[in-house]
């Protein structure tokens, strides 16, 4: 049983001053953010003691927990994909069998018939709804519960106001359009080798129930559960170790879960800066914002797409892309004035010596291989 937080950095015992090491801060790291961090007694129960110091390598106990906490996180990662694919796959499954008897059209890829007509039905937005976000927050519950991690301290939010949001929605779609012209790059290059990537699935609707369902799924219980699971377990509990390794890690897995190269990239991306926002706010809600604000941006643009041939929906085009640039440019100028000063908190050496221990954590390892393999399977 942990015990509540030690105010004081120092014991009298004896009559002498004896230090105490701060368990939120045990490697004495000017950099990072005492309040998001996690206690360290988890890993380390016997730093209180009088004139304990953390040693530059980690004993036998301290890397066992270490590595423990990091195939945790992965499995609870690895899991979380895993049954995503497998119970959609299950569902659609059987909502084909109940719609014309057979799932002959879902292997043979054949968008006519019944799959065809339930790949761009309510049914289908229902199922990602009921499959993707469910999962989300109950792995994310699962893991912060398996993880000693409450729920309410992903929202013990400091120093955060309106206007932060706005310029932080504006840097994210700075860095939407940037990794835009990563992927374009990448697709350039590819294609000069004879490879081709595979484009994310773009949906087209038979009615306004499936628009609105898609809308309810991409612009809010995505950003809302995706960030449950990635910035709110996944990198808390990796920050245990060094806040700059869970943030690098957490966005990893945060852009290769979305097993294509186009999301990917942006998710990786935006994954570095919506971590660091969150730690300096103590609070998901900064990246849930963000999160919402691109994907909202990117909706408005699919639904331009899909009726492009009516020329009130091309005029709100020219003036939404229009707009758009204009976001970009200014957040362009929010990163450069404040954010690309602000980096990443450092590890000190000792965090860095303890970072290693990613390498010798098979599950985790297993993890990245398997998203890796993904991406490769269906990216390409």
């Not at 084909?96 to 008897?101: A, E, H, S, T």
């Not at 926002?277 to 909202?296: E, Y």
């Amino acid at each position: 049983m942990i015990e509540p937080d030690i105010d004081q950095d120092k014991l009298i015992e004896n009559g002498k001053t004896m230090p105490l090491t701060d368990p939120r801060n045990p490697f004495e790291n000017p950099l990072e953010n005492r309040t998001y961090r996690r206690d360290y007694r988890r890993i380390l129960p016997q730093i209180l003691l009088p004139g304990f110091c953390v040693p530059f390598f980690p004993q036998k106990t301290e890397r066992c927990a270490i590595r423990r906490q990091i195939n945790l996180t992965g499995f609870w990662v690895f899991l979380n994909c895993l049954c995503n694919q497998l119970l959609f796959l299950v569902m659609t499954l059987l909502l084909l069998l109940i719609m014309d008897g057979t799932t002959k059209s879902y292997f043979s890829a054949s968008l006519e018939g019944a799959y065809g007509m339930l790949e761009h039905s309510s049914a289908f937005m229902a199922l990602h709804c009921i499959v993707f976000a469910g999962l989300n927050v109950l792995t994310a519950w699962l893991g912060c519960r398996q993880s000693h991690i409450s729920m309410g301290s992903l929202f013990h939010t400091t120093s955060f106001s309106a206007w932060n949001g706005i310029k932080y929605i504006w840097i994210g779609l700075a860095l939407q359009f940037v990794a835009g012209m990563v992927y374009s790059l990448l697709e350039f290059f590819l294609s000069r080798n004879g490879a081709q990537l595979t484009e994310p699935m773009q949906f087209e609707f038979q009615d306004g129930k499936a628009l609105v369902i898609s809308l309810i799924y991409t612009c809010v219980l995505a950003p809302i559960t995706e960030e449950f699971l990635y910035r709110g377990f996944v990198m808390k509990s990796l920050s245990i170790i060094s806040i700059r390794f869970g943030i690098v890690i957490s966005a990893l897995l945060f852009g290769m879960m979305h097993g294509n190269f186009s999301q990917g990239i942006l998710g990786a991306i935006l994954g570095l800066f919506l971590g660091k926002i969150d730690v300096r706010h103590n609070s998901l809600m900064p990246s849930i914002l963000v999160h919402m604000g691109i994907n909202i941006s990117a909706s408005i643009f699919s639904i331009f797409g899909q009726f492009a041939g009516s020329p009130a929906m091309f005029i709100l085009n020219i003036g939404y892309s229009m707009l758009y640039l204009a976001m970009v440019v200014t957040g362009v100028v929010f990163w450069v004035i404040k954010e690309r000063k602000e980096l990443l908190p450092y590890p000190m050496p000792k965090q860095a010596v303890r970072q290693r221990i990613f390498w010798s954590s098979p599950v985790m390892l297993m993890t990245f291989a398997f998203l890796i393999m993904q991406i490769l399977l269906f990216g390409m």
